[in-house]
Structure formats: structure tokens, C-alpha cells
Nanobody, 114 residues
């Protein structure tokens, strides 16, 4: 059974950068399509980015396009989200998940504030 653990969040000033990591543990028989989501305070969870199983294609929400980059290392069962030019509205708990979805992890908190 695959479990997902997100890490790398923190407090950063506007304009700063963070790199989030999503590590999959357990039995990973083949690479999954992977998504990053986020849940801002008081709002519903929303899609952020997606990467294909071998990393050949990616997709982004309009709100992060040009600032965030999703990547993966299948040898480590890990997916990354590089976040640059962060804005206060990027403040949220960030989660990763597979396609098809499995149980959600704890997420990692990202706070963008001066």
C-alpha cells in the first residue's frame, strides 16, 4: 500500500522560493501520474500541478503557471514542486496525490508573508 509524505514547507517572504517534496513509500509497482494540490485557509482544496508517469508532460493551474515547476525522480519515488516568486495568496497546505487518488497525506504548510 502506497503512502505519501509531503515536506519542505515553511515561512517565506513574498518573492521567495521553496521546494516541496512528495515521497511515496510502500509498494510502488509502477510510476503513477502525480498531482500537487493546495488548500488555502478557509477554502477548498484546489489543483496546482500534474506530471505524467514518466515526467514527459506537465500541467499547471493558471494561478501558478510560470512560477511553479513540477518534476519527479522515479528512482526515488519522489515528486517535487519548485515554487518561485511566491505570493501571499500561495499560502496553503500543500498535498500530493496519485492518479487514481489514494489516501491523503498530512500535507506541508506553506506561508508567504512579510
Amino acid at each position: 500500500q502506497v503512502q505519501l509524505v509531503e515536506s519542505g514547507g515553511g515561512l517565506v517572504q513574498p518573492g521567495g522560493s521553496l521546494r516541496l517534496t512528495c515521497a511515496a513509500s510502500g509498494t510502488v509497482s509502477s510510476p503513477y501520474i502525480m498531482d500537487w494540490y493546495r488548500q488555502p485557509p478557509g477554502k477548498q482544496r484546489e489543483f496546482v500541478a500534474q506530471i505524467s508517469s514518466l515526467g514527459a508532460s506537465t500541467d499547471y493551474a493558471d494561478s501558478v503557471k510560470g512560477r511553479f515547476t513540477i518534476s519527479r525522480d522515479n528512482s526515488k519515488n519522489t515528486v517535487y514542486l519548485q515554487m518561485n516568486s511566491l505570493k501571499p495568496e500561495d499560502t496553503a497546505i500543500y498535498y500530493c496525490n496519485t492518479i487514481p487518488q489514494i489516501s491523503w497525506g498530512q500535507g506541508t504548510q506553506v506561508t508567504v508573508s512579510s
